[in-house]
Protein backbone atom coordinates (compact mmCIF):
# COMPACT_ATOMS: atom_id res chain seq x y z
CA UNK A 1 0.00 0.00 0.00
CA UNK A 2 1.08 3.71 -0.46
CA UNK A 3 1.90 6.40 1.96
CA UNK A 4 -0.44 9.32 1.28
CA UNK A 5 -0.49 12.95 2.23
CA UNK A 6 -4.14 14.88 2.89
CA UNK A 7 -3.90 18.42 3.61
CA UNK A 8 -7.68 19.52 4.23
CA UNK A 9 -8.58 22.30 5.83
CA UNK A 10 -11.92 21.04 6.98
CA UNK A 11 -11.86 18.06 9.80
CA UNK A 12 -15.01 16.40 8.38
CA UNK A 13 -13.95 16.08 4.76
CA UNK A 14 -10.13 15.60 5.96
CA UNK A 15 -11.46 12.60 8.43
CA UNK A 16 -13.72 11.52 5.49
CA UNK A 17 -10.29 11.34 2.85
CA UNK A 18 -8.31 10.14 5.81
CA UNK A 19 -11.22 7.00 6.64
CA UNK A 20 -11.45 6.18 2.96
CA UNK A 21 -7.47 6.04 2.50
CA UNK A 22 -6.70 3.48 5.54
CA UNK A 23 -9.99 1.51 4.57
CA UNK A 24 -8.03 0.39 1.61
CA UNK A 25 -4.32 -0.24 3.75
CA UNK A 26 -2.82 3.25 3.13
CA UNK A 27 -0.28 4.78 5.58
CA UNK A 28 -2.14 8.60 5.86
CA UNK A 29 -0.29 11.44 7.28
CA UNK A 30 -3.00 14.04 7.73
CA UNK A 31 -2.65 18.04 8.31
CA UNK A 32 -5.19 21.22 8.10
CA UNK A 33 -2.91 23.90 6.24
CA UNK A 34 -0.12 24.07 3.69
CA UNK A 35 2.67 24.80 5.12
CA UNK A 36 2.48 22.02 7.37
CA UNK A 37 1.77 19.56 4.71
CA UNK A 38 5.04 20.65 2.79
CA UNK A 39 6.83 19.53 6.21
CA UNK A 40 5.19 16.76 6.64
CA UNK A 41 6.36 16.27 2.70
CA UNK A 42 10.21 16.93 3.44
CA UNK A 43 10.63 15.13 6.19
CA UNK A 44 8.59 11.62 4.73
CA UNK A 45 7.93 12.26 1.08
CA UNK A 46 4.92 10.22 -0.21
CA UNK A 47 3.58 8.90 -3.37
CA UNK A 48 -0.07 10.57 -3.00
CA UNK A 49 -0.86 14.06 -2.15
CA UNK A 50 -4.38 14.92 -1.70
CA UNK A 51 -4.84 18.59 -1.51
CA UNK A 52 -7.37 21.18 -0.59
CA UNK A 53 -7.06 23.62 -3.18
CA UNK A 54 -8.06 26.86 -1.43
CA UNK A 55 -6.83 26.57 2.20
CA UNK A 56 -5.89 29.59 3.98
CA UNK A 57 -2.10 30.73 3.76
CA UNK A 58 -0.63 28.67 1.65
CA UNK A 59 -2.72 27.02 -0.54
CA UNK A 60 -2.49 23.15 -1.93
CA UNK A 61 -1.87 24.80 -5.61
CA UNK A 62 1.49 26.19 -3.76
CA UNK A 63 2.35 22.88 -2.19
CA UNK A 64 2.12 21.35 -5.85
CA UNK A 65 3.56 23.38 -7.06
CA UNK A 66 6.27 23.28 -4.27
CA UNK A 67 5.90 19.50 -4.52
CA UNK A 68 6.86 19.38 -8.60
CA UNK A 69 9.67 22.14 -8.53
CA UNK A 70 11.51 20.08 -5.82
CA UNK A 71 10.91 16.66 -7.36
CA UNK A 72 11.43 13.67 -5.32
CA UNK A 73 13.99 12.81 -3.44
CA UNK A 74 16.45 9.61 -3.70
CA UNK A 75 14.40 7.27 -1.12
CA UNK A 76 11.52 8.15 -3.62
CA UNK A 77 12.07 6.94 -7.30
CA UNK A 78 8.99 7.30 -8.64
CA UNK A 79 6.76 10.87 -9.13
CA UNK A 80 4.29 11.29 -6.62
CA UNK A 81 0.66 11.80 -7.78
CA UNK A 82 -1.16 15.03 -6.44
CA UNK A 83 -4.57 15.69 -6.72
CA UNK A 84 -6.51 19.04 -5.43
CA UNK A 85 -9.66 19.38 -4.25
CA UNK A 86 -11.64 22.43 -4.70
CA UNK A 87 -15.22 23.66 -4.50
CA UNK A 88 -14.31 25.75 -7.34
CA UNK A 89 -14.26 24.54 -10.84
CA UNK A 90 -14.16 27.17 -12.78
CA UNK A 91 -11.80 26.66 -15.67
CA UNK A 92 -9.14 29.08 -14.62
CA UNK A 93 -8.98 27.32 -11.44
CA UNK A 94 -8.71 24.13 -12.89
CA UNK A 95 -6.06 25.30 -15.38
CA UNK A 96 -4.01 26.80 -12.41
CA UNK A 97 -4.34 23.57 -10.43
CA UNK A 98 -3.14 20.95 -13.19
CA UNK A 99 -0.20 23.78 -14.40
CA UNK A 100 0.84 23.41 -11.22
CA UNK A 101 1.54 19.97 -11.65
CA UNK A 102 -1.54 18.34 -10.03
CA UNK A 103 -2.54 14.83 -12.03
CA UNK A 104 -6.18 15.33 -11.21
CA UNK A 105 -8.32 18.31 -9.86
CA UNK A 106 -11.77 17.22 -8.16
CA UNK A 107 -14.91 19.56 -8.04
CA UNK A 108 -16.43 19.31 -4.00
CA UNK A 109 -18.78 18.09 -2.58
CA UNK A 110 -16.88 14.81 -4.39
CA UNK A 111 -18.49 11.04 -4.44
CA UNK A 112 -16.47 8.72 -1.69
CA UNK A 113 -16.64 6.25 -4.62
CA UNK A 114 -15.34 8.07 -7.10
CA UNK A 115 -12.75 9.64 -5.18
CA UNK A 116 -11.74 6.43 -4.51
CA UNK A 117 -11.14 5.34 -7.93
CA UNK A 118 -8.93 8.21 -9.00
CA UNK A 119 -6.93 7.59 -5.80
CA UNK A 120 -6.46 4.32 -7.03
CA UNK A 121 -5.89 4.87 -10.66
CA UNK A 122 -3.09 7.61 -9.10
CA UNK A 123 -1.84 4.82 -7.01
CA UNK A 124 -1.57 2.14 -10.01
CA UNK A 125 0.41 4.08 -11.93
CA UNK A 126 -1.33 5.86 -14.31
CA UNK A 127 0.08 9.36 -13.79
CA UNK A 128 -0.24 11.21 -16.89
Known sequence: MARVLVAEADDDIR?????????????????????????????????LAVLDA?????????????????????????????VLLSTSLAADDVERGLAAGADEYVGMPFRVRELGRTIGRLLEGDVA
Open 15 to 47: DLIVWLLERDGHEVDAVADGTTALEHWRRSPAE
Open 54 to 82: RMAGLDGVEVARTIRRHGTDQAQQSRPAI
